[in-house]
């Protein structure tokens, strides 16, 4: 059976409902200030502004968790450049129990990742809630900068993303995966169909 996730798009909170139901006022701070040093370029805005298919987008996050600082605020800041990205979130508790049946609990244990829960992953749905992607939980370009800090001078990748460049690298990123589904539910027969464009 199919998980329910118009269930939980509907019962998800917006970017500010989340953060003022599970952020201290220490993560709250957090994550403001990073969400303040977040600057698209004009080609960044214009590929945002030009979204017409309405894309329903669940992020699984936790307020305490760094990673979540670290990328929830962009996607916030694309849904402000976008009408067409309505963005909700659904909080992981720290201490996960995936015997728990709560929502969060739920979706974490459907999200899993590498075998255990992790935030943030995001679920793209189109506008009647069919899943088109689901991403997370931390970039390649911020795995790549990981293992260049682990491994030092000994990493021969040569793949490795400086700390200054390291916001931009997951802007760029993250954005690829909104853009992607939106071409694909732009193009779409059936939501074509379905809006009366074929």
Not at 58 to 78: R, S
């Amino acid at each position: 059976m199919p998980f329910d996730f118009k269930a939980v798009y509907q019962a998800a909170l917006s970017y500010d409902q989340f953060l003022n139901t599970y952020a201290d006022a220490e993560q709250r701070q957090r994550w403001t200030h990073f969400g303040a040093t977040i600057h698209l370029t004009a080609e960044q805005k214009a590929l945002l502004a030009s979204f017409r298919r309405k894309m329903a987008v669940i992020c699984l996050a936790g307020a305490w968790c760094g990673d979540c600082i670290n990328a929830c605020p962009i996607f916030q800041v694309f849904a402000a450049h976008s009408p067409a990205i309505d963005l909700r979130f659904v909080h992981r508790d720290r201490n996960f129990l995936p015997q728990a049946t709560d929502m969060g609990t739920r979706l974490a244990n459907e999200l899993s990742i590498c075998g255990g829960p992790r935030v943030p992953v995001l679920v793209f749905l189109s506008e009647d809630f069919y899943e088109c992607e689901r991403f997370g939980e931390r970039t390649l370009a911020t795995y790549r900068h990981k293992i260049a800090s682990r491994q030092g001078a000994s990493c021969s990748t040569g793949l490795s993303v400086g700390t200054n460049d390291i916001l931009l690298a997951n802007v760029a990123e993250w954005l690829t995966h909104f853009e992607r589904v939106q071409w694909m539910l732009q193009i779409s027969p059936r939501l074509m169909k379905l809006n009366g464009e074929a």
